[in-house]
């Protein structure tokens, strides 16, 4: 079996690169040092850390999430339905004045096995604590060891929809009461966005967004939502590997809307040379940038990527 890409990733202070693969073994993560893919440097690049995710070799990583306060910490779902969180001890030595980073060990801060794998995750905002969504449209919670803290079922209204169990297939934690999830059918490549707020008493709320992604028959991959937090703007980027478009969600006054863009301010991939669709893999939103982009007469923006 070849190794299979499933994704990269960065931690919060951008300076390890995070790959996920799939193995004839089981699922391995690779750690790299940003520093050490520089042009600058004349040393074979390597990864300075691999780790077995999974004791299973017909295991499958499904996700791994970086904590967004911590650099780390990492969180992985695998197809075997273990959910695991963890921690990697650096060494930081100056070498020729470059900052190598080496590895002086790793921990695993906590594993859960769930009846149903888990097939996404996302940390809280402040990376406190991480929530898992199933194979079966459930979703939990879980601290950083992951100690289980609650389980919310999957929404009627979809699970009555035609009778067909969903799954989830990509989720993000807005707040402390807010989360959005994408759910698709066992059987089939469409996909549903739903908000859930849950409360302290009484049963969870959920808004639906049916019409936010558009997905194609002409992709052949399975289906994978991927939601991008602008938390500074109260913006959600939301793509799906199976959409050549990606459409934005708002919050203004309270309440999430999807946000109805302008032809020529629509977020889409080219076609291909042969006029066939172009599909994304991931999204990734570049705000370092200074270079001011001339918006009409007088205005001027930072160009974001």
């Avoid at 780790?51 to 779902?77: C, Y």
């Avoid at 913006?235 to 863009?261: D, F, H, I, Q, T």
Wanted: charged share 20%; net charge negative.
């Amino acid at each position: 079996m070849r190794s299979e890409v499933v994704s990269l990733g960065t931690n919060c202070s951008g300076r390890t690169l995070s790959v996920l693969l799939n193995s004839a073994c089981g699922p391995f993560v690779y750690l790299y040092d940003f520093c050490a893919l520089s042009p600058d440097q004349n040393e074979e690049v390597g990864p300075f850390q691999s780790i077995r995710l999974s004791a299973t070799d017909s295991a499958r990583g499904n996700e791994l999430q970086w904590n967004p306060s911590n650099e780390s910490v990492f969180a992985v779902v695998n197809s075997d339905g273990t959910s695991s969180t963890y921690a990697v001890e650096f060494i930081v030595t100056v070498f020729f004045l470059v900052v190598h980073r080496k590895p002086k060990k790793f921990d695993i801060l906590g594993t859960s096995r769930l009846k149903v794998p888990g097939t996404c995750l996302s940390w809280s905002p402040k990376g406190k604590q991480l929530v898992v969504g199933d194979a079966h449209g459930s979703i939990h919670q879980f601290k950083p060891e992951m100690l289980l803290v609650r389980s919310i079922g999957p929404p009627s209204s979809i699970d009555a929809k035609g009778n067909v169990l969903e799954r989830c297939v990509g989720i993000c934690w807005l707040s402390s009461t807010e989360f959005l999830i994408a759910y698709a059918p066992l059987s089939g490549e469409s996909l549903t966005v739903s908000l859930l707020r849950t409360r302290k008493e009484g049963p969870p709320c959920w808004t639906h967004f049916d019409d936010i992604i558009y997905c194609s028959e002409q992709c052949a991959s399975p289906q994978r939502a991927f939601f991008v937090f602008l938390l500074q703007w109260n913006l959600v980027l939301c793509g799906s590997l199976r959409s050549s478009e990606v459409n934005v969600l708002g919050k203004r006054e309270g309440v999430w809307k999807v946000w109805s863009l302008n032809d020529n301010s629509r977020i889409e991939l080219p076609l291909k040379s042969t006029q066939d669709e172009n599909f994304p893999c991931g999204i990734c939103v570049e705000t370092s940038s200074e270079t001011l982009v001339r918006m009409g007469e007088y205005q001027e923006l930072v160009n974001i990527l």
